[in-house]
């Protein structure tokens, strides 16, 4: 698990110290596994929050596994008192805002999930169900056990089976089979191009149509030669070398494509798809 950086920590030990009590403050850090941190002799609310986090900061930074997740909960935790109350966009300036910015500079996104019901008069409602700090990157290693903010837009989205082909890869450069893992890469890209293609005009009724949805982006002028096209092109055709033949591929590849792939579709899915 990723060391989150001392700008995080800070922001959430801030925001923590002035959202609760000396007391919750004590069962906040309980919830999230911090209480070996917590200082023994007597403390003010300020001298809690900043020897607690910065103990336990430190014992992180020597790779200690457990106060890297106890410091993961403690930021979550923190977020979920923060996060707006309903699905309207998050303000600038806003505790919770901070956080996420911060979060997104370290590598993470900071997603707050609602459940939608309807109130006596049904009219729609929307409920805080939780808070969630996702990797904006590839996973890391075990990587069928991790979720990432590329999944949770492919939720979003509607986008099944660009999900599963991602699953799949993720699934099969874990198990070493980096020819397979590369073909369903591309599979997942493919399916990513056509669907935001596709919510911009483009029309088509056979599989494969990849190639051809990048080239109808740039032909509309909505992915610009100089300003994307060329990178998305490109890496789309790095997917049809080496691709899912025995013993055309190795482990240094797939990850790479991995990691550029997840990044391609993130940037197609946030330019013409982002959250609200």
């Not at 919510?199 to 610009?224: E, S």
């Not at 990178?231 to 797939?254: C, D, K, M, Y």
Request: aromatic share 8%.
């Amino acid at each position: 698990m990723k060391l989150l950086s001392s700008p995080v920590i800070g922001h959430a030990a801030e925001i923590a110290k002035g959202l609760f009590s000396k007391a919750e403050l004590e069962i906040v850090f309980m919830k999230a596994g911090l209480d070996g941190f917590v200082p023994s002799d007597p403390y003010t609310k300020a001298e809690l929050v900043a020897r607690t986090v910065r103990d336990a900061h430190r014992k992180a930074a020597d790779a200690d596994l457990t106060a890297r997740k106890a410091l993961h909960e403690f930021v979550r935790l923190v977020a979920e008192r923060t996060a707006p109350s309903g699905q309207e966009d998050v303000r600038a300036g806003t505790p919770f805002w901070q956080l996420r910015e911060a979060l997104r500079a370290d590598g993470f996104d900071l997603v707050a999930e609602y459940e939608t019901s309807e109130d006596m008069f049904s009219r729609p409602t929307a409920t805080l169900t939780g808070v969630r700090v996702l990797p904006l990157d590839e996973p890391r290693a075990p990587l069928s056990d991790e979720i990432t903010a590329l999944e949770h837009d492919f939720d979003r989205l509607g986008m099944t089976v660009a999900k599963n082909c991602y699953r799949q890869a993720v699934d099969n450069l874990v198990e070493q089979r980096f020819e397979a893992a590369n073909g369903q890469l591309r599979a997942m890209f493919e399916a990513v191009a056509v669907h935001v293609a596709t919510a911009h005009g483009f029309t088509t009724t056979q599989q494969g149509a990849g190639g051809a949805a990048i080239t109808y982006l740039i032909a509309q002028d909505l992915l610009p030669e100089r300003d994307g096209g060329h990178f998305v092109r490109g890496l789309w055709q790095i997917t049809h070398t080496n691709g899912p033949h025995p013993g055309t591929s190795h482990a240094g590849e797939a990850h790479f494509r991995l990691q550029a792939l997840t990044g391609a579709a993130r940037y197609l899915i946030d330019r013409f798809m982002p959250a609200q």
